[in-house]
């Protein structure tokens, strides 16, 4: 089992944020931290899954703190700024101020499969939907050298941040890299 870490030098927003995942049945175990030492001990003793974070905290700033984490573990980069100077897919910055259901989508998206709680059956995609989404995978993973689940991953973040079900941003994918 996988948990959730959230780092913010304030307890408050990041026992707040957590009481939001908490009341959404995403996932039950929490840690809250208020340094980078803290997150990287947690981490020692736990299998953690998704870190969430600030640019900075007491001890150091989101870009060391992500150089210490293990590859597998994901980052949700808390900013007041679009930028971010960490470029990884591991890395996702959502922009404050922030809406609950964005901030909630967004670490539906970076847990890992297995580890999220069964809130509702899956909607039901349709034949030429998921003919639709294999093709997209395939080019990416032809064209870019993509593994299955990377393609998946990107079409599913680019769905996410388009606002866009898969099928359409798969769609989309086709036509703009049609020969």
Not at 85 to 91: F, G, I, M, P, Q
Request: a negative charge; proline letters at 3%; glycine letters at 4%.
């Amino acid at each position: 089992m996988g948990g959730i870490v959230i780092a913010m030098p304030k307890q408050d927003d990041a026992a707040r944020i957590a009481e939001w995942i908490k009341r959404s049945d995403i996932w039950e175990e929490i840690i809250t931290c208020d340094n980078g030492s803290e997150v990287l001990r947690t981490i020692e003793n736990r299998e953690v899954s998704l870190v969430i974070v600030s640019r900075r905290l007491r001890d150091m700033g989101y870009e060391e703190l992500y150089h210490y984490l293990p590859h597998d573990v994901n980052m949700l980069l808390l900013t007041r700024t679009a930028d971010c100077d960490l470029y990884s897919s591991n890395v996702i910055t959502l922009q404050i101020p922030f809406k609950v259901g964005d901030l909630l989508n967004s670490v539906r998206m970076l847990l890992p499969v297995g580890y999220r709680k069964a809130k509702k059956k899956p909607s039901v995609r349709s034949d030429g939907d998921k003919l639709t989404i294999e093709q997209a995978k395939m080019l990416l993973m032809d064209r870019n050298n993509m593994t299955e689940p990377e393609a998946y991953r990107y079409l599913q973040k680019s769905s996410m941040d388009m606002g866009r079900t898969m099928a359409e941003t798969a769609h989309m994918l086709l036509t703009l890299n049609a020969d």
